[in-house]
Each structure stands twice: as structure tokens, then as C-alpha cells.
């Protein structure tokens, strides 16, 4: 049974970050956010531009992909700030939602404290502590079965399908074994690929739910009146020789390995306790996608890529794979394993998943992946539904 080195909360998760979370509930609140974080050692800036004038269903998804974000158990302390009072996404009930898993967490409203030189030195001040204390915490070993894993794609090429989802679906498998769960996302991108996942859901009520979410995603792309089969494939994935959605759908569904799907969520929430796969229903959109899965409480993700990307998000760690060697080639100052020994026929799928669950447990006992190096982890937004009013 394979162990991490992890960081327990007072709720029993465990983190593989201790990050101080500087949290803006508004888009007005981005600037002091920012300043506060660049203050602070090992401070997350998290920004966005909702918040403000939104219909209820926006505004109850921004308040909950704020706060789950806030509870990721990489989080130790949050310092929340906001401009005024909205109806939902205000800090007393963001700070009461927050506190609920015992971190923690101090809000300062720039109007309250007399403008933003005030309040960047309030929020700065009340940082600093909670880093001092977070500073004393010393990681713990614990099992695997502590471990929530994301799973992603983008940039897919042919190579994603053949190469770097399959050893990933296998990795995955490996963390279920040891009695973790993985999540699967993006189901615009799923679309032809139901009758396979259907296949392998726990019940027969869960796979009535894949087929229907999906199905259901599709009616409101073309509620819009456009056909999502007319912007996927994308013009990368095309470049890299992928001719439908369904060709690309059935390569990144093999991330999921051959798991049994437990459950399908909605964007952001909290999967079951029981080991296994968990579908959630996020938009195909990188950063959208890899943000649900953070503020369901994943730890790490691990992003395949087959012409590379830069993706990765702030508060999870993600350790980007490709199996093209041109493209690790072209971004290897992002992308952290190369894979191409698969299609070369110099690894097989089996190694090539070993040496990605090895990765995975260093970087969840602390090691760094080359974009929190570099500082590349601007993959944060959140999904909308409604109209700006």
C-alpha cells in the first residue's frame, strides 16, 4: 500500500500544499487581492471577474466554486476579500461556509476599512499570521486512500488516445486499487463515448445518469442554436489528427481506466466516500474544467496533453504528460513527464503508468511541478450560466 507525505486538517483531509489562500469575492476586489498575495510567502492568489451583477444561478455557482476552493485541503488558512455586500457572494457568508471545515479563515472589506491601502495592509497583517502558524505544521504519513485525483486533457492529438490517456487511465486505476477516488470531467468532450462509460457505472440508475448528463449538455449547447460538433474537434486537435468528436471523446475517456463509475456530480462537488471513478459534469474549457475539480477537494491533477500546454491550476498541483515527443520537445518547461517511449515502442503502457503514479507521489509529498515553479498556475475560472445583468 502506497503512502504520501501530507499536511492533516482538523476535518481529516489531508493536503499536499499548505498554501495561504488571499480569496476575491469580487472583481473588484482582484487588485488588493493580488498586492496582498505577491506580500506573502507561499500566498494563492485567487481572482476572477464575477461576483458582481449576476442571475441567481451565477451567483450561487460563483459562491460555491469560491468557498469549495477555499476548502481544498491544499488550502491552511484563507484571508477573504470583498469591495461591498452582495446578496450571495459577500464575505460574512463565504467566511461562515469556509470555516466549516476548521481552517483559519479572516475577511477584510475594502470599503469597511477606509479604501485599499487599508485594507492591502490589513489583509497583508492577517496573511502574515496565518502563514506563521501554517510555517509549524510538519507533514504526516498517511495512505493513499486520503487521495482525491483529477484527471484532464487538452491540446489532444492522436498520440492522446494511443498513448498518454490510456497510462493515465491505468495510474488512476492504481489509486483506486489502494482505495483513493478520481474524478472525470469536461462532458461536452465525452460525447460519443456514453456507451463504454455506461458500461462500467456501478448500477444501472448511475448509468442513466451518464447517458443523460451528457446528453443533456449537448441540448443546451444547441439551445443556443449552436452545434458543438461545429467547434469540436478544436483547430488543435485537428492539426494533431483528430477528424470527430467522437473520435476524441473515445481517446479521452480512456483516462478513466477501467474503473467502476461511481457516481455522476454536478461542477464543484464533493464526490462520495466510496473508492472509485466519479464523473462530474464540467464544461470541455481547460481552466472552467480543472477548477470544478479543485473545488471538489482534489489534491493533484494529472493533465494530458498532446501538443503540450501551459495549464495549471493555482491551489492543485498539476503534472502535465504528453506521449508526443515533439511536443515535450517544443514545452518542456511545462509539460513534466515525457511519454513518447510508448508509441516508440521503448515503454509500454504499464511502465508508462508507474512512472506517472511515481511522479504523482513525490508531488503530493511535496515535489514541485515546473509550472508552480515557474509560476504558470493561472487556471482558475469559473462556469457560467446566465447572462450578466
Not at 56 to 83: C, Q, W, Y
Not at 120 to 145: G, H
Not at 276 to 283: A, D, E, F, S
Request: aromatic share 4%; charged share 20%.
Amino acid at each position: 500500500m502506497s503512502k504520501f507525505l501530507g499536511y492533516v486538517r482538523p476535518n481529516g483531509e489531508v493536503g499536499a500544499r499548505n498554501h495561504v489562500l488571499i480569496l476575491s469575492a469580487t472583481v473588484y476586489a482582484n487588485s488588493v487581492t493580488e498586492r496582498v498575495a505577491n506580500s506573502v510567502v507561499g500566498a494563492v492568489p485567487i481572482t476572477h471577474h464575477l461576483g458582481r451583477c449576476q442571475t441567481r444561478s451565477d451567483l450561487e455557482m460563483t459562491f460555491k466554486i469560491l468557498t469549495r476552493m477555499a476548502m481544498n485541503p491544499n488550502v491552511g488558512g484563507v484571508v477573504i476579500v470583498d469591495h461591498f455586500r452582495e446578496e450571495l457572494c459577500n464575505i460574512d457568508d463565504m467566511a461562515e461556509e469556509i470555516s466549516k471545515v476548521g481552517i483559519p479563515v479572516e475577511a477584510v472589506n475594502i470599503r469597511t476599512v477606509g479604501g485599499a491601502i487599508n485594507a492591502v495592509a490589513d489583509a497583508t497583517r492577517k496573511a502574515m499570521n496565518i502563514k506563521r502558524k501554517l510555517s509549524a505544521q510538519k507533514r504526516e504519513e498517511v495512505d493513499m486512500s486520503k487521495f482525491l485525483f483529477g484527471l484532464n486533457c487538452g491540446t489532444s492529438d492522436t498520440s492522446s488516445g494511443l498513448a498518454s490517456n490510456p497510462a493515465l487511465g491505468l495510474c488512476s486505476d492504481r489509486v483506486i486499487r489502494e482505495g483513493g477516488r478520481s474524478i472525470l470531467a469536461e462532458f461536452p468532450e465525452l460525447m460519443g463515448a456514453e456507451e463504454w462509460l455506461a458500461s462500467k457505472a456501478v448500477n444501472q440508475e448511475v448509468a442513466d445518469k451518464i447517458w443523460n448528463e451528457i446528453a443533456k449538455y449537448e441540448q443546451r449547447i444547441l439551445s443556443t442554436g449552436e452545434d458543438i460538433r461545429g467547434s469540436q474537434p478544436t483547430g488543435d486537435n485537428i492539426a494533431g489528427g483528430l477528424s470527430t468528436i467522437e473520435e476524441k471523446s473515445l481517446g479521452g475517456a480512456k483516462k478513466s481506466g477501467s474503473a467502476t463509475i461511481m457516481d455522476v456530480i454536478g461542477n464543484g462537488d464533493r464526490p462520495g466516500k466510496d473508492a472509485g471513478l466519479y464523473m462530474m459534469n464540467t464544461p470541455g474549457h481547460g481552466a472552467e474544467s480543472i477548477t470544478g475539480i479543485a473545488a471538489a477537494g482534489a489534491q493533484a491533477l494529472v493533465f494530458s496533453t498532446g501538443g503540450g500546454h501551459t495549464i495549471a491550476h493555482p491551489v492543485m498541483p498539476t503534472i502535465k504528460i504528453t506521449g508526443n515527443g515533439t511536443s515535450y520537445d517544443q514545452m518542456q518547461d511545462t509539460v513534466d513527464l515525457d511519454l513518447r517511449g510508448i508509441l516508440e515502442g521503448k515503454i509500454s503502457l504499464e511502465q508508462a503508468s508507474e512512472m506517472i503514479y511515481d511522479e504523482l507521489v513525490e508531488v503530493l509529498s511535496g515535489k514541485l511541478t515546473k509550472t508552480e515553479i515557474l509560476k504558470e498556475t493561472t487556471g482558475f475560472a469559473i462556469h457560467r450560466v446566465g447572462l450578466s445583468i
